[in-house]
T-cell receptor, first 115, second 112 residues
Framework: GAVVSQHPSRVICKSGTSVKIECRSL??????MFWYRQFPKKSLMLMATSNEGSKATYEQGVEKDKFLINHASLTLSTLTVTSAHPEDSSFYIC???????????FGPGTRLLVL | DQQVKQNSPSLSVQEGRISILNCDYT??????FLWYKKYPAEGPTFLIS?????DKNEDGRFTVFLNKSAKHLSLHIVPSQPGDSAVYFC???????????FGKGTLLTVNP
């Protein structure tokens, strides 16, 4: 299957700082990328959908000013958690799909811990 | 309103036997279904999918069955192996925005 990478895999930061997470599709062009969050023992929660070159569409209850998403190219999307707080600590996962294929391929996830 | 339901939070089977994971959905607009496998602290891995125009898709040890009239799909793993132990998510796609709707997952444990 297609390969999606995320960087970093794990990050620890102080409260109030901003953290950027990168999501890359390595062997295909991702016209659409998705950002999910997973709480312990819970299902994946979609945060936002981003299409290359346009603004992200955020799910209800997700603060767009706090979770900044940029999808500047067909292989890269970034999620920036601004002014992170301990309650933002979570497992963030991106996924990507191409225009031709219906399957979403997931990255390995990024564990964020805000102290 | 949960549109994709995996009613069994966990399932335990013996190595070599068949594992059957079930998934029900309510939205008749869903036309593409996927199964993902997930280990702790990792992203989901795509396993197998099925389009609503089919009722069965097979890939090695994995077979997905779709019963549209019952709005039910199942994933069969045979023979089950200890390495199959993971959380399995059922997902459905049916809109133009390509969003997936996930079930809550079933933890499969395959005992040696």
């Amino acid at each position: 299957g297609a390969v999606v990478s995320q960087h970093p895999s794990r990050v620890i930061c102080k409260s109030g700082t901003s953290v950027k997470i990168e999501c890359r599709s390595l062997d295909f062009q991702a016209t659409t990328m998705f950002w999910y969050r997973q709480f312990p023992k819970k299902s994946l929660m979609l945060m936002a959908t981003s299409n290359e070159g346009s603004k992200a569409t955020y799910e209800q209850g997700v603060e767009k000013d706090k979770f900044l998403i940029n999808h500047a190219s067909l292989t890269l999307s970034t999620l920036t958690v601004t002014s992170a707080h301990p309650e933002d600590s979570s497992f963030y996962i991106c996924s990507a799909r191409s225009h031709e294929e219906e399957t979403q391929y997931f990255g390995p996830g990024t564990r964020l811990l805000v102290l | 309103d949960q549109q994709v339901k995996q009613n069994s939070p966990s399932l335990s089977v013996q190595e070599g036997r068949i594992s059957i994971l079930n998934c029900d959905y309510t939205n008749s607009m869903f036309d593409y279904f996927l199964w993902y496998k997930k280990y702790p602290a990792e992203g989901p891995t795509f396993l197998i999918s099925i389009s609503s125009i089919k009722d069965k898709n097979e890939d090695g040890r994995f077979t997905v069955f779709l019963n549209k009239s019952a709005k039910h799909l199942s994933l069969h793993i045979v023979p089950s192996q200890p390495g199959d132990s993971a959380v399995y998510f059922c997902a459905a796609d049916g809109g133009s925005n390509y969003k997936l709707t996930f079930g809550k997952g079933t933890l499969l444990t395959v005992n040696p």
